[in-house]
């Protein structure tokens, strides 16, 4: 299919990301990268994590998110003594009639928030693998399958803070995108000043008049639309560079997965999508690069001591390659 054939536009004004972009536009004041990803996430199906020190607003992000779309949210507080049961569920003897019921747990829900992460040991963290990634999740042999849409948003603080356990690679592969969340400008914290002070109260969302912009079948028809972005044979050549490139690259001692070339792919669409376009670009992969490939990958130990992160690697690989030129109208 070439690209002179795809419609250039999509259906204007008031649509879903408009909506649930004003939305969030009156809750949180600035934080662009972290709403940029969470967008993404949720309009490709994808999982989110928003790294940053406590008080920057991840929390609010998600549950404002939850709120605009009118899913059912629930908020997991992990903890080191958090169990796998206390997240997926488990099953519960009966003893009226001697028989087992399952007892589901808060994972069950439209929007999941993960608080603090990578605050509890790997083995409960694993409990989300197959959640995210299949949709479902097994109890005591029996699987059952989550609600639609799904998201799993997670927080978390720098690994360097006291009580943090560095999250499993195969649990960091399962999020599309990851955020960090750092402190406003002096002049959005000095907004947000004033809008406390005009008696906003960020616990009482309701208060607040944040009510659902969405519904979720206005929401999961976005992200089948989202998914249909047209994306030509020179930018699928270009996402499968930079993925090699991050295997090939002597400051990694684990470069990218296959599972995060095909997330590239699909955050593209949806950055595509987001800007009001019917195909991907370039810019679309550079836009989201960082946010999909960096958290997957590994630097070597000799890397790391000369102050080298992955974000940079994947920034240097940007640079690096040839940008295709494609023919759009």
């Not at 939305?23 to 990803?37: D, H, S, T």
């Not at 049961?85 to 589901?104: I, K, N, P």
């Amino acid at each position: 299919m070439d690209e002179s054939s795809v419609p250039t536009e999509i259906t204007p004004a008031d649509d879903v990301a408009t909506r649930l972009r004003a939305g969030l536009a009156r809750v949180i004041v600035g934080a662009e990268e972290p709403i940029f990803a969470a967008l993404i996430a949720l309009f490709a199906g994808g999982h989110l994590l928003v790294e940053g020190v406590p008080g920057t607003a991840k929390t609010l992000l998600v549950r404002t998110l939850a709120r605009l779309i009118g899913g059912e949210f629930r908020r997991i507080q992990f903890t080191p003594d958090l169990m796998p049961a206390d997240v997926v569920g488990t099953s519960v003897f009966d003893q009226r009639d001697g028989s087992f019921a399952v007892r589901f747990g808060p994972i069950f829900a439209n929007v999941v928030l993960a608080d603090e992460i990578n605050r509890t040991p790997p083995k409960t963290q694993s409990a989300l693998l197959e959640a995210m990634e299949e949709r479902r999740v097994t109890i005591d042999g029996a699987t059952t399958d989550l609600p639609a849409p799904f998201l799993v948003a997670a927080t978390q603080n720098p690994i360097e803070f006291e009580g943090t356990y560095p999250l499993p690679e195969a649990q960091l592969d399962r999020f599309l995108v990851r955020a960090r969340s750092t402190y406003p400008t002096p002049d959005q914290e000095r907004a947000l000043l004033a809008r406390v002070a005009a008696g906003f109260d960020a616990r009482d969302l309701a208060a607040a008049q944040v009510e659902p912009v969405v519904t979720l079948a206005e929401l999961l028809a976005a992200q089948r639309e989202a998914a249909q972005m047209h994306v030509g044979e020179e930018l699928i050549g270009y996402i499968y560079a930079i993925v090699e490139a991050t295997r090939a690259s002597s400051d990694l001692a684990l470069g990218a997965s296959t599972r995060a070339g095909i997330g590239l792919l699909a955050a593209a669409r949806v950055a595509a999508y987001l800007d009001g376009r019917r195909f991907a670009t370039p810019d679309d992969v550079k836009d989201t690069a960082v946010m999909v490939l960096a958290h997957r990958m590994i630097v070597q130990p000799e890397a790391e001591i000369d102050g080298i992160t992955t974000e940079i690697v994947v920034k240097r690989i940007l640079a690096t390659l040839a940008v295709p030129a494609l023919a759009v109208p």
